[in-house]
T-cell receptor
Framework: GDSVTQMEGPVTLSEEAFLTINCTYT??????LFWYVQYPGEGLQLLLK?????DKGSNKGFEATYRKETTSFHLEKGSVQVSDSAVYFC???????????FGKGTHLIIQP | GAGVSQSPSNKVTEKGKDVELRCDPI?????LYWYRQRLGQGLEFLIY????????KSGLPSDRFSAERTGESVSTLTIQRTQQEDSAVYLC?????????????FGPGTRLTVT
């Protein structure tokens, strides 16, 4: 079945550091790929998405590129802020209409 | 407009009791999903409804779990004879349509603790 693997956390960085959170996937067909974020005390919300190979999703300074050849969708940001501290989930949706498959989440902590 | 709402926000129950969790999706959303998030784990898909079609129950972990949805409105997730391993946050999401890249909007979740 489909699966998503993302780097274990917590990841601790200083403000203005460069961020990469790795995500790789296994899926049949051509999945859509997503990054969701859960800020402290808040619900899960979509951060960005990409629906086909080589697409780049971007939002709030975050980017991720759909790499079919490496089955990856790594999340990057050039300069993180304390307000980016949250749990980040990589997810995919397969060709069917069923639910999303999520990774275990990466807890990001940004220190001032 | 209003987002996805869930109730109760917290539920503590004794092992062996039945519990019912409620989800109100965003008005007009035809697809509704239930997920479970156990401590230290990612979200686990449980069940999904699309319009009036039969639900996809492929993710339900046991026959103690069931869910209903009336048309394109409220859904309830019922867990019978709860066990301690059922302790988790249960999340509901809705989307305009199922499949493809339609965004799923998540509710705040119900934290279930089975003692």
């Amino acid at each position: 079945g489909d699966s998503v693997t993302q780097m274990e956390g917590p990841v601790t960085l200083s403000e203005e550091a460069f961020l990469t959170i790795n995500c790789t996937y296994t899926a049949t067909g051509y999945p859509s790929l997503f990054w969701y974020v859960q800020y402290p005390g808040e619900g899960l919300q979509l951060l960005l998405k990409a629906t086909k190979a080589d697409d780049k999703g971007s939002n709030k300074g975050f980017e991720a590129t759909y790499r079919k050849e490496t089955t990856s969708f790594h999340l990057e940001k050039g300069s993180v802020q304390v307000s980016d501290s949250a749990v980040y989930f990589c997810a995919l949706r397969g060709g069917g209409a069923d639910g999303l498959t999520f990774g275990k989440g990466t807890h990001l902590i940004i220190q001032p | 407009g209003a987002g996805v709402s869930q109730s109760p926000s917290n539920k503590v129950t004794e092992k062996g009791k039945d519990v019912e969790l409620r989800c109100d999706p965003i008005s007009g959303h035809t697809a509704l999903y239930w997920y479970r998030q156990r401590l230290g784990q990612g979200l686990e898909f449980l069940i999904y409804f699309q319009g009036n079609s039969a639900p996809d129950k492929s993710g339900l972990p046991s026959d103690r779990f069931s869910a209903e949805r009336t048309g394109e409105s409220v859904s309830t997730l019922t867990i019978q004879r709860t066990q301690q391993e059922d302790s988790a946050v249960y999340l509901c999401a809705s989307s305009l349509h199922a499949g493809g890249s339609y965004e799923q909007y998540f509710g705040p979740g119900t934290r279930l603790t089975v003692t």
